[in-house]
């Protein structure tokens, strides 16, 4: 499944929860306000962290019970007076502030009445900020800006304000380095990239340039200082094809490492690449570890024809997608974080340091890109590697699909990104004991179709009608699986969320129209 981390609740489900008075805890996404007769002034503070955040919904008209120790232990839905008002102050201030009507996703749909059950609440639906957009804060001061730490929203402190400005920077790579030069780039590596510009019909002419310096300037790592008007290298350059003492002379925490740890019964590890010992840059280790990725065995899912459905080199494509795309939108700029490549037993984790740029749901689902490291994009676009800009999220979606793998999952935290792509199904992936081979197998057809009738699952794992109702109801207990429709409609799908929905829709329209059917009943 899509481990989405940003906004998990949407308005719609909030409705019907509340309608039924079901009132979800407070979270990372949530955040409810008394708000009796005014909105309160620290609703602002959770404003700015959601905004500096993945967004989220505050509530306005539920009051939360706590005991003596202070401790919040219920929810009460309260409602609201004169909603009219409270909803004039809220445009009031977005418009006197700068910072928040410049908001890219501010409008109509960002404040909202709803009646529920005979009282009024208002939400606010306030959306992830764009990078330039942020940091942002309340007043004109960015020192009264706020991240969301669980339930709570805390002013940034100055190391995190330096960060955060640090993160969110964009292009940092293609500024030119002072006092140094094409003396610190590695000399191996220069000539290694000639070769693989040979490769492209369309800039063999680039690589075949006799002097070092002016190939070097013909692909954009030697650029002339906007400010001083001398040559030099880039800190992209640098990080590209630079000598590692260089490197970390400049970004101390700079440290690469693929660690294999996939057999369970060795402490430490299989295989290691490391820029400590290995690697002198970003591109000897990109090299080094699709060496690895290639000569190792991948998952793939037969067709009717028994042919591979994504070819030879599907599951490497997808492994060299997240590489690629850890490489290119780290930041190594940050203090303390250092990129991390990790083998597992069923499983490849790829973490680097610098929240992705965009949503969770935009890179699964749409071909967006916002390039933190624009030099180094273009070193790696130029010698092939990687499909179009802002597909790698969708390719690594549709492989995993195309073999029934479980979906890869992606962890914005804070300051760091986190992908996994799997390399077995949804159904390997559960530890329970308590599953037998008949219940694995009727995971295993509805993770393959989707969406089946009771019926359609006895057809596809040979099972009795018996056999399969009390499986049935057994999956649905555990939660594994989800019931919808009724009578004859009654269909059974995986625990499924709108974000793969849109990621699925490339498979089959049909089984999408009827899983949206299905959800809406």
Same mark, same amino acid.
């Given at each position: 499944?899509?481990?989405?981390?940003?906004?998990?609740?949407?308005?719609?489900?909030?409705?019907?929860?509340?309608?039924?008075?079901?009132?979800?805890?407070?979270?990372?996404?949530?955040?409810?306000?008394?708000?009796?007769?005014?909105?309160?002034?620290?609703?602002?503070?959770?404003?700015?962290?959601?905004?500096?955040?993945?967004?989220?919904?505050?509530?306005?008209?539920?009051?939360?019970?706590?005991?003596?120790?202070?401790?919040?232990?219920?929810?009460?839905?309260?409602?609201?007076?004169?909603?009219?008002?409270?909803?004039?102050?809220? +445009?009031?201030?977005?418009?006197?502030?700068?910072?928040?009507?410049?908001?890219?996703?501010?409008?109509?749909?960002?404040?909202?009445?709803?009646?529920? &059950?005979?009282?009024?609440?208002?939400?606010?639906?306030?959306?992830?900020?764009l990078p330039e957009e942020k940091p942002v804060n309340i007043g004109s001061s960015i020192?009264?800006?706020?991240?969301?730490?669980?339930?709570?929203?805390?002013?940034?402190?100055?190391?995190?304000?330096?960060?955060?400005?640090?993160?969110?920077?964009?292009?940092?790579?293609?500024?030119?380095?002072? &006092?140094?030069?094409?003396?610190?780039?590695?000399?191996?590596?220069?000539?290694?990239?000639?070769?693989?510009?040979?490769?492209?019909?369309?800039?063999?002419?680039?690589?075949?340039?006799?002097? &070092?310096?002016?190939?070097?300037?013909?692909?954009?790592?030697?650029?002339?200082?906007?400010?001083?008007?001398?040559?030099?290298?880039?800190?992209?350059?640098?990080?590209?094809?630079?000598?590692?003492?260089?490197?970390?002379?400049?970004?101390? !925490?700079?440290?690469?490492? @693929?660690?294999?740890?996939?057999?369970?019964?060795?402490?430490?590890?299989?295989?290691?690449?490391?820029?400590?010992?290995?690697?002198?840059?970003?591109?000897?280790?990109?090299?080094?570890?699709?060496?690895?990725?290639?000569?190792?065995?991948?998952?793939?899912?037969?067709?009717?024809?028994?042919?591979?459905?994504?070819?030879?080199?599907?599951?490497?494509?997808?492994?060299?997608?997240?590489?690629?795309?850890?490489?290119?939108?780290?930041?190594?700029?940050?203090?303390?974080?250092?990129?991390?490549?990790?083998?597992?037993?069923?499983?490849?984790?790829?973490?680097?340091?610098?929240?992705?740029?965009?949503? !969770?749901?935009?890179?699964?689902?749409?071909?967006?890109?916002?390039?933190?490291?624009?030099?180094?994009?273009?070193?790696?676009?130029?010698?092939?590697?990687?499909?179009?800009?802002?597909?790698?999220?969708?390719?690594?979606?549709?492989?995993?699909?195309?073999?029934?793998?479980?979906?890869?999952?992606?962890?914005?935290?804070?300051?760091?990104?986190?992908?996994?792509? +799997?390399?077995?199904?949804?159904?390997?992936?559960?530890?329970?004991?308590?599953?037998?081979?008949?219940?694995?197998?009727?995971?295993?057809?509805?993770?393959?179709?989707?969406?089946?009738?009771?019926?359609?699952?006895?057809?596809?794992?040979?099972?009795?009608?018996?056999?399969?109702? !009390?499986?049935?109801?057994?999956?649905?207990?555990?939660?594994?699986?989800?019931?919808?429709?009724?009578?004859?409609?009654?269909? @059974?799908?995986?625990?499924?969320?709108?974000?793969?929905?849109?990621?699925?829709?490339?498979? &089959?329209?049909?089984?999408?129209?009827?899983?949206?059917?299905?959800?809406?009943?």
């Amino acid at each position: 499944m899509i481990k989405i981390q940003a906004n998990e609740i949407r308005l719609e489900d909030l409705f019907k929860r509340l309608l039924n008075n079901d009132i979800p805890d407070e979270s990372d996404f949530i955040e409810y306000k008394k708000g009796l007769n005014s909105l309160s002034e620290d609703l602002w503070k959770t404003f700015s962290a959601f905004g500096n955040g993945h967004g989220g919904i505050i509530i306005c008209g539920v009051e939360e019970k706590r005991n003596k120790k202070g401790l919040t232990v219920d929810y009460k839905i309260t409602g609201v007076n004169d909603s009219h008002k409270q909803e004039e102050d809220f +445009w009031s201030k977005i418009r006197s502030s700068t910072k928040f009507k410049n908001l890219s996703w501010i409008n109509n749909d960002s404040f909202i009445k709803k009646n529920i &059950n005979g009282k009024t609440l208002l939400f606010i639906d306030v959306k992830e900020a764009l990078p330039e957009e942020k940091p942002v804060n309340i007043g004109s001061s960015i020192a009264e800006s706020y991240l969301r730490h669980g339930t709570h929203d805390d002013r940034m402190t100055g190391d995190e304000l330096r960060t955060f400005l640090l993160d969110t920077s964009l292009n940092m790579d293609n500024k030119v380095l002072k &006092n140094y030069g094409i003396d610190e780039l590695n000399e191996e590596s220069i000539n290694e990239y000639r070769t693989w510009l040979l490769k492209n019909s369309k800039l063999k002419h680039l690589a075949v340039e006799v002097d &070092n310096k002016k190939f070097l300037e013909k692909i954009g790592a030697v650029v002339k200082d906007p400010q001083t008007g001398d040559m030099g290298i880039t800190y992209g350059a640098l990080l590209f094809l630079g000598n590692r003492s260089a490197i970390t002379q400049v970004f101390s !925490s700079f440290q690469l490492d @693929y660690i294999d740890k996939s057999d369970v019964s060795n402490k430490r590890y299989i295989r290691r690449i490391t820029s400590l010992i290995d690697v002198e840059n970003v591109f000897q280790f990109y090299i080094r570890v699709m060496d690895v990725i290639r000569n190792t065995p991948q998952p793939f899912e037969l067709n009717e024809n028994q042919v591979r459905n994504d070819g030879d080199d599907g599951f490497v494509v997808a492994l060299r997608e997240a590489l690629v795309n850890c490489l290119m939108h780290a930041n190594y700029f940050l203090s303390n974080k250092h990129i991390l490549i990790e083998k597992r037993m069923n499983n490849y984790m790829f973490s680097n340091p610098g929240t992705m740029l965009v949503s !969770s749901e935009s890179f699964f689902t749409k071909t967006e890109s916002i390039s933190r490291n624009s030099a180094l994009s273009k070193f790696f676009v130029m010698m092939g590697a990687g499909e179009r800009v802002g597909t790698g999220g969708t390719v690594i979606k549709d492989i995993a699909i195309n073999n029934n793998l479980k979906f890869p999952e992606l962890d914005r935290k804070e300051f760091e990104t986190n992908i996994t792509i +799997w390399e077995v199904d949804y159904v390997d992936t559960l530890n329970d004991a308590d599953l037998d081979n008949k219940d694995k197998a009727i995971l295993k057809a509805i993770t393959k179709s989707i969406i089946l009738s009771r019926h359609e699952i006895e057809i596809k794992t040979n099972l009795t009608q018996k056999e399969v109702q !009390s499986r049935l109801k057994k999956l649905r207990n555990k939660r594994y699986i989800e019931m919808s429709g009724s009578g004859r409609s009654v269909r @059974y799908t995986l625990p499924i969320d709108d974000e793969q929905i849109i990621a699925l829709s490339q498979k &089959n329209t049909e089984l999408i129209r009827r899983t949206l059917s299905s959800k809406n009943k």
